[in-house]
């Protein structure tokens, strides 16, 4: 999941399959009132994820590289 807060608080989501060759499968969007309803909806998601594949699933805070359309990288909150 790639999470970013809007202007006006609220956050806006985007989760996704990527595959290896780079294609993008199941991409599920949505918006948030704020970052404790995002941490609801990671919890729900982890749960889910725990039903279907065991304890060992779970979505976890990480970097992420992100690009423009036209290659350039998009600065993070640490740029």
């Given at each position: 999941m790639i999470a970013k807060?809007?202007?006006?608080?609220?956050?806006?989501?985007?989760?996704?399959?990527?595959?290896?060759?780079?294609?993008k499968e199941n991409v599920y969007r949505?918006?948030?009132?704020?970052?404790?309803?995002?941490?609801?909806?990671?919890?729900?998601l982890n749960n889910a994820l725990r039903t279907a594949y065991g304890p060992g699933v779970q979505l976890l805070p990480a970097a992420a590289d992100i690009?423009?359309?036209?290659?350039?990288?998009?600065?993070?909150?640490t740029d």
């Amino acid at each position: 999941m790639i999470a970013k807060r809007k202007r006006d608080g609220s956050v806006a989501g985007v989760h996704f399959v990527q595959r290896d060759d780079g294609r993008k499968e199941n991409v599920y969007r949505g918006d948030v009132n704020d970052v404790a309803r995002l941490a609801q909806v990671v919890t729900a998601l982890n749960n889910a994820l725990r039903t279907a594949y065991g304890p060992g699933v779970q979505l976890l805070p990480a970097a992420a590289d992100i690009y423009l359309p036209d290659g350039t990288p998009l600065p993070t909150a640490t740029d």
